[in-house]
Nanobody, 122 residues
Framework: QVQLVESGGGLVQPGGSLRLSCVVSGFILDYYTIGWFRQVPGKERERVSCISKFNQTTYLDSVKGRFTTSRDNAKSTVYLQMDSLKPEDTARYYC????????????????WGRGTEVTVSS
């Protein structure tokens, strides 16, 4: 059974940092692209980042230079390091699995986790 479980969300002040983790099970992480998406109720879902099995990455323009995604296949875990957080980063963050990098880039994903809430507020 494919599972993706996010953790690491919370309340942080503007300018602060959080590191989200996505632990996967039921498949071999080495072979897949993992995406991070976020959503605010009433707004469209945004694709925050994708990381391919070759460690190719892509980012939403508004997070470039502030967010970094990485993977540790041995730990079946993908990370999203979020620095210089802004109130507009407030959302529920989800990790997803795609079998191709270009599918993740296009927002085409096969599986989703349940998400972790990130709130940026003073």
């Amino acid at each position: 059974q494919v599972q993706l479980v996010e953790s690491g969300g919370g309340l942080v002040q503007p300018g602060g940092s959080l590191r989200l983790s996505c632990v996967v099970s039921g498949f071999i992480l080495d072979y897949y692209t993992i995406g991070w998406f976020r959503q605010v109720p009433g707004k469209e879902r945004e694709r925050v980042s994708c990381i391919s099995k070759f460690n190719q990455t892509t980012y939403l323009d508004s997070v470039k230079g502030r967010f970094t995604t990485s993977r540790d296949n041995a730990k079946s875990t993908v990370y999203l390091q979020m620095d210089s957080l802004k109130p507009e980063d407030t959302a529920r963050y989800y990790c997803t699995r795609s079998n191709l990098f270009r599918k993740c880039e296009a927002g085409n994903t096969e599986y989703w986790g349940r998400g972790t809430e990130v709130t940026v507020s003073s």
